[in-house]
Structures are given as C-alpha cells and as structure tokens.
C-alpha cells in the first residue's frame, strides 16, 4: 500500500469504512460490492484519505465496469431502456 499523494511506502494506516459499490448486474439482479477501504496517513507529506480503489474512481458509488456497460448499452439504446 502506497500514498495516493506521493506515493511513498511510509504510511500509518488509521482506520476503515464501509463502502457500498454498484456493479454489474448478473441477469436482472442487481449487485452491490461491500467492501472495507482503509483510510491512510502519510508520514512524508502529511496526505490523509482514503486508500486509492483500483475498480471505481474517485468518490463514485458504482464500478468503472457498470460504467463501460452503461457507455456500451448507450451505442445500441436509449437512455430510458438502459436505465
Ligand atoms: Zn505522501
């Protein structure tokens, strides 16, 4: 685990949430990844936030695959269908 500023090594991590992400349906289920993300500080610059998630940017509340899917489905749909 890395600072998400200065991606240094020297970190203390502080403590954690819970983080609700919709993703991709599977048929017509929908589906919602539960996940612990670790809150970090850094003993080099003084960064506090969160640890970086590798499937969601920034502060969104869905994946980056829900994401694709939406763009894709928007090619072939309307935005009322897709939603
Ligand atoms: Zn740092």
Known sequence: MRC???KSRHIIRNSY???DFKTVPIGHIPVVLHT???HIKC???GCDMQEEIHFAHGKRTYTASLENLVIDLLDIETINPVA
Do not use: A, E, M, Y
Request: with cysteine; glycine share 0%; aromatic share 8%.
């Open 4 to 6: 998400p500023c200065c």
């Open 17 to 19: 949430v819970w983080r």
């Open 36 to 38: 612990k993300i670790q």
């Open 43 to 45: 003993k080099n610059c």
